[in-house]
């Protein structure tokens, strides 16, 4: 299971550019990848209210999004649901009369869902921070 973005659809030039932007202007970057992260947890939020039968309690409460951190050299942020049962919705569970509730995969969706909107998103960062250095 893919949980991650691949960049291979980017140009060399954008990631040149994305790599001096995180040397140059690494608050920006940091900005950038945590409103980010909010985004896309906003996405899975709404997803799940309409993939999940209940608008109410914890699980809607507890989509998150969340710090920047290192991974290798890059920076990442992440979305994920931290209520006590969001895993149980998410990948499915097996119940006390031996049923099993298949899981929802709300996150994977949202996940593909924003991809599209974090390409765009990434591609005006980029050409935000090649203005930046032009001026």
């Known amino acids: 299971m893919n949980d991650g973005f691949e960049f291979g659809e980017l140009s060399s ?9 995180q040397e140059l202007y690494p608050k920006a970057t940091k900005k ?21 039968n ?8 507890g ?3 969340g710090k920047v951190y ?14 006590p049962h969001g895993h149980l ?15 929802k995969y709300v996150l994977q969706k949202a996940g593909q869902q924003f991809e599209q909107e974090f390409s765009e998103d990434i591609e005006k960062f980029a050409e935000d ?4 250095g032009l001026k």
């Open 70 to 83: 290192k991974y290798g050299d890059a920076d990442c942020a992440r979305f994920y649901n931290n209520s």
């Open 32 to 52: 950038f990848l945590k409103d980010e992260a909010r985004k896309g947890a906003k996405v899975a939020k709404n997803l799940a209210r309409t993939q999940v």
């Open 13 to 21: 030039f954008t990631k040149e550019v994305l790599e001096l932007g």
């Open 54 to 61: 209940k608008e109410t309690g914890n699980y809607s409460k």
């Open 129 to 132: 921070i090649l203005n930046k």
């Open 89 to 103: 919705i998410e990948n499915g569970h097996k119940n006390k009369n031996g049923s099993f509730t298949l899981g």
């Open 63 to 65: 989509f998150k999004g």
